[in-house]
């Protein structure tokens, strides 16, 4: 079992930063490729951004591509989202998860934390 905290939502005007955080429990959590999502109302979840177990690997979606950095540090169970120039587009609850490198699923999901960006 993995549990997921994420943190650092919050409301920002257009342009600018916000660094998102999860912190897992577990003493395995660097054998889990990690993703961060999104979900904007009426619309449907999305793959923002993931990262593989080693940290070697990133993929991020296009519309995110030079604006957000995703990384991790094994040695705290945290993967981070650095959000930069952010769009009023990017507005959504932010979801980080856990992928079972087995079943190649997102088994395991933390609560959410919103953001908001104005314009």
């Known amino acids: 079992q993995v549990q997921l905290v994420e943190s650092g939502g919050g409301l920002v005007q257009a342009g600018g930063s916000l660094r998102l955080s999860c912190v897992a429990s577990?003493?395995?959590?660097?054998?889990?490729?990690m993703g961060w999502f999104r979900q904007a109302p009426g619309k449907e979840r999305e793959l923002v951004a993931r990262?593989?177990?080693?940290?070697?690997?990133?993929y991020y979606t296009d519309s995110v591509k030079g604006r957000f950095t995703i990384s991790r540090d094994n040695a705290t169970n945290t993967v981070y989202l650095q959000m930069n120039s952010l769009k009023p587009e990017d507005t959504a609850v932010y979801y980080c998860?856990?992928?079972?490198?087995?079943?190649?699923?997102?088994?395991?999901w933390g609560q959410g934390t919103q953001v908001t960006v104005s314009s």
């Open positions: 998860a856990a992928r079972n490198e087995v079943r190649m699923k997102y088994d395991y």
């Open positions: 990262i593989v177990g080693s940290g070697t690997n990133t």
């Open positions: 577990g003493r395995t959590f660097s054998m889990y490729t």
